[in-house]
């Protein structure tokens, strides 16, 4: 097993342990992120109907020349606007395996500053 499969699949499990008990209702969607290379991802999802309620993304803002830090930051701020505009407050939020630090850190921490509570 290569490194790149090792990192790959220790990730599938740490998501794998995190969905167990992570689940989004009407109420309390999941805030679900997905990080690539060059992009950041943020859906908020009900799992009781598998919809997905408000998205958002780095995509919609390349023109900007911004670290990737700021694009997260960026996004989070973006995903608590368009949930507040939904009618949502509180979500449970649902890291995707990923550790809590830069990218995710700085999503989040948007995310609550725009209001979201989690």
Do not use: C, W
Not at 32 to 59: C, E, H, M, P, T
Not at 61 to 75: D, F, H, S, T
Not at 78 to 91: Q, R
């Amino acid at each position: 097993m290569g490194i790149k499969n090792k990192k790959a699949y220790s990730r599938l499990k740490i998501k794998r342990r995190i969905r167990k008990t992570v689940v989004g209702t009407a109420e309390r969607p999941r805030m679900s992120v997905f990080r690539s290379n060059k992009q950041i991802y943020v859906q908020l999802i009900n799992d009781d109907n598998g919809s997905v309620i408000v998205a958002a993304s780095s995509r919609v803002a390349e023109g900007n020349k911004v670290n990737k830090i700021e694009q997260a930051r960026l996004v989070g701020t973006d995903i608590a606007e368009k949930a507040k505009a939904a009618g949502v407050e509180t979500v449970v939020f649902d890291r995707n395996g990923y550790l809590y630090h830069g990218r995710i850190k700085s999503l989040a921490e948007a995310a609550r500053k725009g209001g979201l509570k989690f």
